[in-house]
Structures are given as C-alpha cells and as structure tokens.
C-alpha cells in the first residue's frame, strides 16, 4: 500500500529553533498534534540542530502523536534516522543525495520528497526516477530568506509545475490569502515554516488553508 500523502496537501516543516528540552519538545509535538487533526498531510522535521540521540527520540514522540491519523512523518535530510525512528519517509535539500541512491536502501513504500530551486532542476529529478514530490521554491519573500534570496514567483512555479508529473508543493512566503493563486498555477499543495510556527492557532491556521485547497462542492 502507498504511503502517498492525498494531494492537495498541507506540509508543516518544523522552524529547527526549538531547544533540546524535552517540555519545549512536548509542546512541539503537541501543536503538531493539533495541525494533524486539523488537516496537514505531512509533516517535515527538520531540527538539525539536534543531536542524533534527541533527533530520533523527538522522531518517535511525533510519529506517536499522529499515528491515528493520515498525517505522514517525514525527516529532513537524515534517511537513517527516518528509517530508525519509522518515518514515513525523507525530505532531501537540492543539493542532498541522488534520490535513486536514497531509494536502494529504503522499504517499499518509503516516501521521498526533494526540494527543487528551477524548472530544470525539477525536470532533471523526475528524469532520475524514485521521486514522490517535489517542493518547490522560493515562490514568495518569506522569513526564513533573506531580502536578496531569489524569487521563483507564480509564473516559476506555474512553469515547474506544467513540466513534471510529480506533485509540486509550493514554499516560501505562503498564507491562506496566496492558496488559490498557489493552486491555480499547479500546485499539489503548500509547505511553510514560519506561517505555522509563529500561529497561536495552529490547528485553526491548518484547517483555513485545508478550506482554501479544498474547492467548493460542483466546483471545478
């Protein structure tokens, strides 16, 4: 059976700023909890800043807290911490490992998402196989970049997203107000950092942006 997200989907990628603490923790897998019943598809952990040990422990404690639910757990870089702590898959960075070397030594099943700058580099990883998604960006000026960070804007995104049959998951300076113009040019979807991190309503924030991706009934 596929572990493929549904698409449109909602991906909540966790901001790497927290602290090791295991109540600062709780409260991160908490809120992740909250999002996870409220709608998001996947989640994206990415706190490099912690040790392997408390990496694959916080792994666990999420993967536990969503288990009931359809919400998939996926690792930011690391495959073997992801296979260890039995997420649902990886998240490789652009310039991160060749998604046919990452599939070799992964279960059936084992999801893998990629995050993808340009057209051609979305074209050149679908080309190379094994891919189940792509992120895609940066589509907006978003907080997590800097000023000068290049933009991909829509019409990047609209051209990515008509050049590969991957689903594409557009980041970078997403909102509620931004998902139909997102979906409109293609999108399978919206990852953020920022927009969820800073919410004091996560679950509200992710079940607004489900009611934005989701078109009314008889609408096409």
């Not at 979807?189 to 489900?210: K, Y």
Request: hydrophobic share 45%; aromatic share 4%.
């Amino acid at each position: 059976m596929s572990l493929a997200p549904p698409f449109p989907s909602i991906c909540i990628v966790t901001r790497g700023r927290g602290t090791s603490g295991s109540d600062e923790r709780l409260k991160l897998v908490g809120r992740l909890a909250a999002a996870a019943r409220a709608g998001a598809d996947m989640i994206q952990i990415r706190e490099r800043h912690f040790d392997d040990r408390v990496l694959l422990e916080f792994a666990r404690e999420v993967i536990e807290a969503v288990r009931p639910l359809r919400t998939r757990v996926l690792i930011n870089e690391r495959t073997d911490i992801a296979l260890a702590s039995g997420a649902d898959g990886v998240h490789l960075k652009s310039d991160g490992p060749r998604v046919p070397d990452v599939r070799r030594i992964v279960p059936d099943g084992f999801l893998i998402g990629r995050s993808v700058h340009a057209e051609g580099e979305a074209r050149a990883v679908q080309t190379t196989g094994g891919c189940d998604y792509l992120f895609f960006g940066t589509v907006f000026r978003s907080a997590s970049k800097p000023d000068n960070h290049p933009l991909a804007g829509l019409e990047g995104l609209r051209a990515t997203c008509a050049s590969v049959a991957l689903p594409v998951i557009a980041i970078g300076g997403m909102s509620v107000v931004r998902v139909p113009d997102v979906r409109a040019a293609g999108a399978g979807g919206i990852a953020a950092i920022s927009l969820f991190a800073e919410t004091p309503d996560i679950a509200g924030l992710t079940a607004s942006i489900r009611d934005a991706l989701t078109p009314p009934a008889g609408h096409v």
